[in-house]
């Protein structure tokens, strides 16, 4: 008898195990009412969990709960490094989170197949914020967006002072910047920029650092509006001068070696290099340095002009943004939470607390330093960030060829045709 | 011996147990021989046990391996779903960084008999009672107990371009090498690092192989007069070369499998795209290329190579009990 149960036990087990197989392809198994189901939210992004987003979470969900009482918001944060992964997964089985945060760039553009376009429910918000772009694709928009993301060029005074420079007048073109970084060598021992290449980051953020001040205004349109003229001599010059400043000794030694997140900017910030191409959110901008840096030490400055014709810009685009997924019950629910996630008050939390460069431009900050007015100041007449408008693909592959370049196993016209048939391939 | 010793102890036991368990069926069948039903039941009976392992095998294993397979014959992004042939595999073999990780699963199988030498060698310095070999029993086992991450975190520091293994080699007039932003040294140094956290595990196998060995060859080889090489090269490798290939297959899945953290906390695949392997490959191209159905073809390689060493491996093992 005993054996007979057991044998009745493992039936019942196998046939649950199958039953459970099968399940997963059914739309609706607990059979909840689509009513029920409405009264939770789930947000999926990487920021939520870190102390110092807590704030600004707060904000978003009062301002989320007052206009409607009743419906529950979860927010899950994921690990970043495998955000994108599990959003994949998610994505590929067509069930996940209704509201999730994303970068700005390809990360969207490649995902907007599961997304939401955002238009009408956001048309409200479009003069307060900027970095829109950064979130579009063929005319749509995909996500809101909660930060700037950009690379300003900050340099370290103190250095500039030491050298006997004029810290309130940085290096208006590449040759001024050779012969002030020459003389800050020689002066502190200090080299000329921080340059972290390990994830092949650190090309990225040298072309949309740079670019401003290579290309004219007319090729750096372009380039955004998708027309590249990849054997334009000045797009050339961004990789003959990345190759340049490694040949000269410019950078730090071990670049390729070196983590941009986060090694690279504690060189910086130790005054063992003069400049850094850095950031405006999230990481390695003007509040992380502050530890080391005090704000009155820090400055910022405009891309040394390298070509005649180049006009200097910030570039910038929308850093991260929350988008609502194609799946949502509630569309409108969802957007509404988006834009409670970008409201003045919940991004005005995020910028005192983080310091992230809010893409609200209503918010007040002047009492920040004068590193974080010279960026806001330069909004206005910024850009989109050269390498923001390429493939992910072509982001990766560039990453590697510049490592190349460093190395010198590449020369610069093999990278060139290399990008350009990347970039031609989508 | 005493493995040889224990078979004959145990069969004969296990063998009474099987005769009881026959005649003992065959009673009941002569029972059981009028009514059909029982007879039925019994036949379904073994189908039945099984069934629940086979469903499980099928439907958690097989089953999701037959989709991947599948999805590696569909596109992606604008794609997604349409039947692409073998478009996927072709791509693969067009990237370059593909076969950049294929050729390293070759070089990993070339430094395989690195990764068993070293554990060897320092057995056998521990078997034969080197001053201290105590203290070194457990020091060389100390490193299996870390995860991957945290041994590739402190091996970030130590091998940073300004980190203390260049000061050291700094103070001794030697230039700093680069050990994981060179192209031509970074696998090196992941595999080197690998080899240092597992090696432990290998050494625990090859030190229960020596308590196997026959004391009374190695006697015989002293008073002969044999120097240490050829103590090692005639009596201990002879003696041991069951427990020499167990450790040369759990190093091959070791080193194939079980590298993805390393990488990721080491190199990310760089630099110049040169420590790639085909699991790194796979996650880079479905999490951050967005691009499943091209990770499913990779997924598919990998399964294949997989496939093929280990069929190369249960071979080679069955050879060698064959000679035993």
């Known amino acids: 008898m005993r054996q007979q149960r057991w044998w009745a036990v493992l039936m019942v087990a196998g046939l649950a195990v199958t039953g459970c197989g099968s399940a997963a392809r059914t739309e609706s198994p607990s059979g909840e009412s689509p009513q029920k189901q409405q009264q939770k939210l789930v947000v999926w992004d990487w920021k939520s969990s870190e102390p110092a987003a807590a704030t600004y979470i707060e904000k978003a969900k009062a301002d989320f709960a007052a206009r409607h009482p009743g419906v529950t918001v979860e927010f899950v944060a994921q690990p970043f490094d495998q955000y994108y992964t599990l959003l994949g997964t998610a994505i590929q089985s067509g069930k996940g989170p209704d509201v999730m945060l994303f970068n700005g760039g390809g990360q969207i553009r490649d995902r907007t197949d599961a997304l939401l376009p955002l238009d009408q429910y956001v048309a409200e918000d479009k003069s307060r914020l900027a970095g829109w772009e950064a979130f579009g694709k063929d005319g749509k928009i995909y996500a809101a967006p909660v930060t700037l993301q950009g690379h300003p060029i900050y340099y370290n005074k103190a250095l500039y002072e030491k050298a006997g420079l004029d810290p309130a007048k940085p290096p208006a073109t590449w040759d001024e910047l050779l012969d002030s970084c020459a003389a800050i060598k020689k002066a502190t021992g200090a080299t000329c920029f921080a340059l972290g290449n390990k994830e092949g980051a650190g090309i990225q953020f040298w072309m949309s650092g740079l670019g401003s001040g290579i290309l004219t205004p007319q090729e750096y349109d372009d380039w955004i509006a998708g027309k590249r003229d990849w054997s334009s001599p000045h797009v050339r010059r961004i990789f003959e001068l990345w190759k340049e400043a490694q040949d000269k000794g410019l950078n730090n030694k071990g670049a390729n070696s070196t983590a941009m997140f986060t090694d690279i900017f504690t060189v910086f910030e130790t005054g063992k290099a003069a400049h850094i191409i850095g950031l405006m959110s999230d990481i390695g901008h003007w509040k992380d340095f502050s530890e080391f840096l005090p704000p009155d030490k820090l400055g910022v400055m405009q891309a040394p002009v390298a070509s005649e014709g180049a006009t200097p810009s910030l570039p910038y685009d929308g850093g991260i943004g929350y988008a609502v997924a194609k799946w949502t019950k509630d569309p409108q629910l969802a957007a509404d939470l988006v834009r409670s996630l970008t409201s003045t008050e919940a991004l005005t939390a995020f910028y005192a607390k983080a310091g992230a460069i809010a893409s609200d431009t209503t918010i007040d900050v002047s009492q920040a330093g004068p590193a974080v007015g010279g960026i806001v100041q330069e909004i206005k007449t910024g850009k989109p960030a050269l390498h923001v408008a390429l493939s992910s693909k072509t982001l990766d592959l560039m990453g590697r060829l510049s490592q190349q370049l460093l190395s010198g196993s590449a020369t610069v016209d093999e990278v060139v045709e290399q990008l350009a048939a990347s970039d031609r391939a989508g | ?324």
Do not use: C
């Open chain 2, 1 to 324: 011996m005493p493995v040889k010793g224990s078979p004959p102890s145990v069969r004969p036991a296990g063998s009474g147990r099987t005769d009881a368990a026959t005649t003992e069926r065959r009673g009941r069948r002569g029972n059981a021989r009028t009514p059909t039903r029982g007879a039925l039941a019994e036949r379904l009976a073994p189908y039945v046990l099984v069934a629940p392992a086979v469903l499980i095998i099928v439907v958690l294993r097989l089953w999701p391996l037959v989709l991947g397979v599948n999805f590696s014959f569909t596109g992606d992004g604008e794609l997604n779903g349409t039947p692409v042939g073998l478009g996927n595999y072709l791509e693969l073999a067009d990237d370059p960084l593909f076969r950049t990780a294929l050729g390293n699963v070759g070089l990993l199988v070339l430094l395989l008999p690195v990764a068993v030498a070293i554990p060897g060698l320092l057995a056998t310095f521990i078997y034969l009672r080197v001053p201290g070999n105590r203290v070194y029993r457990s020091v060389y086992f100390f490193p299996a107990v870390l995860s991957p991450v945290i041994v590739g975190a402190i091996f970030n520091l130590m091998l940073g371009y300004d980190g203390p293994v260049n000061a050291a080699l700094g103070a001794i007039g030697l230039g700093p090498v680069d050990w994981l932003g060179d192209p031509d040294i970074a696998m090196f140094t992941v595999v080197g690092v690998h080899i240092w956290a597992t090696f432990g595990m290998s050494l625990v196998v090859f030190l229960a192989g020596f308590s196997t060995l026959d004391a009374s060859l190695l006697d015989a080889a002293r008073v002969d007069g044999a120097s240490l090489g050829r103590v090692i090269w005639h009596v201990i490798i002879p003696s041991l070369t069951r427990t020499i290939q167990f450790v040369f297959v759990t190093t091959m899945i070791g080193m194939l499998t079980s590298m993805f953290g390393l990488l990721f906390v080491m190199t990310s695949g760089g630099p110049e795209g040169s420590t790639y392997l085909p699991e790194y490959y796979i996650w880079h191209e479905q999490g951050q290329m967005n691009r499943p159905a091209l990770a499913s073809a990779a997924s598919t390689v990998l399964f294949v190579v997989m496939l093929v060493v280990g069929l190369l491996q249960i071979s080679l093992l069955r050879r060698a009990g064959r000679q035993d």
